[in-house]
């Protein structure tokens, strides 16, 4: 079992080296879904408002009030995704600092654990950003955006930690590329974020509801809305809680396999 000293080691290794770039990355953080809504929330989205059955398709919301959360939602994925692959992979094979950290009293499992609470912590950097710009605009401003940012936490580390998993098994980065282009990138486009999936085929709707990020936009979305439903809540945290889990259990393992041969 992972100790809080030890994961609290890792962590403070990560604070370290992101203290040389929190500006640059803060200052990212927030003027990119700034531009993005401004240009496809209320650019597009003033298009799309015009249209009666679009609309309606959305749940009677505007186009930004229905993109804004889902923009949470996968911001939270490809910080945790970008987070859970190059690094993942250069404290194993580039600068080692995973095998480094091994020769000490830390384990794999004070590794993973540590690599999980970073994680966290700079999907809440960004996911905060994103609430602080739909704080700005009047028609995505909600009480419910502290707990969306919480929701967008828990859809990022539910991917971030599979995605850490696959990530230590590599010999190099030549599948992160794929990995972007056919898994990240279908669910950022089909997850629920920028359209309702009930507008997918009906054989592909099934497949997009069974992803971890269809779940995050629709905590993310019902919290900045306010039409959570408790049930249907504690359905989706228990089942990204569950993503969660089974990518620590295999990072853990995987970890472990790297770092004992």
């Not at 690599?115 to 009480?143: G, K, N, Q, Y």
């Amino acid at each position: 079992m992972a100790s809080v000293q030890g994961a609290g080691h890792i962590v403070e290794t990560k604070l370290m080296v992101f203290r040389r770039l929190w500006k640059a990355n803060i200052l990212s953080s927030f003027f990119q879904p700034l531009f993005y809504l401004l240009a496809m929330g209320i650019g597009v989205g003033s298009l799309v408002n015009q249209n009666v059955s679009s609309t309606d398709a959305l749940g009677g919301v505007t186009y930004v009030q229905f993109i804004a959360p889902g923009l949470l939602a996968t911001t939270a994925m490809v910080v945790a995704t970008v987070e859970s692959t190059w690094p993942v992979l250069g404290g194993f094979r580039w600068d080692r600092t995973y095998v480094a950290q091994s020769a000490t009293p830390l384990d794999a499992s004070d590794i993973v654990i540590g690599h999980f609470v970073w994680i966290a912590i700079r999907v809440a950097i960004a996911a905060a950003a994103v609430a602080a710009v739909m704080a700005i605009i009047p028609d995505t401003r909600s009480s419910g955006l502290p707990l969306a940012v919480v929701f967008a936490v828990l859809t990022g580390v539910s991917i971030g930690m599979p995605t850490a998993a696959y990530a230590a098994t590599r010999q190099n980065d030549g599948g992160f590329a794929a990995f972007q282009r056919f898994v990240v990138t279908p669910l950022l486009l089909f997850g629920g974020a920028f359209f309702p999936t009930s507008q997918l085929p009906a054989w592909l709707q099934p497949v997009a509801e069974v992803t971890p990020l269809w779940h995050g936009v629709e905590l993310c979305r019902g919290a900045t809305l306010g039409v959570l439903s408790w049930p249907g809540v504690a359905v989706h945290v228990l089942y990204l809680a569950a993503w969660g889990l089974g990518g620590i259990l295999l990072a853990r393992r995987a970890y472990r396999r790297v770092l004992e041969r």
